[in-house]
């Protein structure tokens, strides 16, 4: 069964960066769509970031401008560019994968990010 390892959470400053990575196991990444969320405390997870097997991105309002997601499907791998971070930034983040419609079926474990000020 295809795996996630994400990788790249960590404390940051507000305003800084961090890049989270998210590499897959087995040879169906490359076919997958790919989903980027977040869960921060006392409130439901939140989908930030969608990419399509070709590359193609949509951004959901709240991160349009300020993150950026893409994935190298030759290496299976998905990142997530987080940039201008702010305290209420703070969450678990996951990265997900799906093949076709339906639900995210394959979820990693989900780093923390924690941005202070």
């Known amino acids: 069964q295809a795996q996630l390892v994400e990788s790249g959470g960590g404390l940051v400053q507000a305003g800084g960066s961090l890049r989270l990575s998210c590499t897959a196991s087995?040879?169906?990444?490359?076919?997958?769509?790919m989903g980027w969320f977040r869960q921060a405390p006392g409130k439901q997870r939140e989908l930030l970031a969608t990419?399509?097997?070709?590359?193609?991105?949509i951004y959901t309002n709240s991160v349009k401008g300020r993150f950026t997601a893409s994935r190298d499907n030759a290496k299976n791998t998905g990142y997530l560019q987080l940039n201008s971070l702010q305290p209420e930034a703070t969450a678990v983040y996951y990265c997900a994968t799906k093949i076709g419609l339906g639900k995210y079926d394959t979820w990693g474990q989900g780093p923390q990010v924690t941005v202070f000020s």
């Open positions: 990419v399509s097997s070709g590359g193609v991105t």
């Open positions: 087995g040879s169906s990444f490359r076919t997958a769509f």
